[in-house]
């Protein structure tokens, strides 16, 4: 599955989730709380694929799952540019120092799994949409 592709599902998978919260008379603090990883993979086993294995993306204690992707990462599916030969698919905009690319044959992709700079309550909070697309707007590249 493309970048492209995986956003796009996401997103709308986001906003079923959101739309049904909000129906519901959630508040915003109620929304972010709701999208805690213990509670995700308990009322949304379907939103990713992790969740059948009860395996979080990140090892953090409280992961929040609101902005599954990073508002930082850049991605574009024809490739961004040449690096030594290789082509380079995403990267992190902020350059995070838990971030690191990762090659695979002659592909450059950005390597987040030891970066947990979306996935606080806090940060959820403070970046807050009910539109997870408006606030991952910046990363197509």
């Excluded at 574009?76 to 350059?95: A, H, Q």
Aim: proline share 2%; net charge negative; hydrophobic share 30%.
């Amino acid at each position: 599955m493309s970048y492209e592709e995986w956003f796009e599902q996401h997103a709308d998978k986001h906003k079923k989730i959101v739309d049904k919260l909000l129906a519901k008379g959630h508040s915003e603090d109620e929304i972010i709380d709701y999208f805690d990883f213990d509670n995700m993979v308990k009322e949304e086993n379907d939103f990713c694929p992790l969740y059948e294995d009860n395996k979080k993306c990140h090892d953090m204690k409280k992961l929040n799952c609101y902005l599954c992707a990073c508002p930082h990462f850049r991605f574009n599916d024809k490739g961004i540019e040449e690096k030594e030969s290789k082509t380079l698919y995403s990267f992190c905009e902020i350059e995070s120092k838990n971030g690191k690319e990762a090659v695979y044959g002659d592909s450059i992709h950005q390597d987040c799994s030891n970066c947990n700079v979306p996935h606080t309550k806090a940060y959820v909070k403070k970046n807050f949409d009910l539109d997870w697309k408006n606030i991952m707007k910046d990363c197509k590249a």
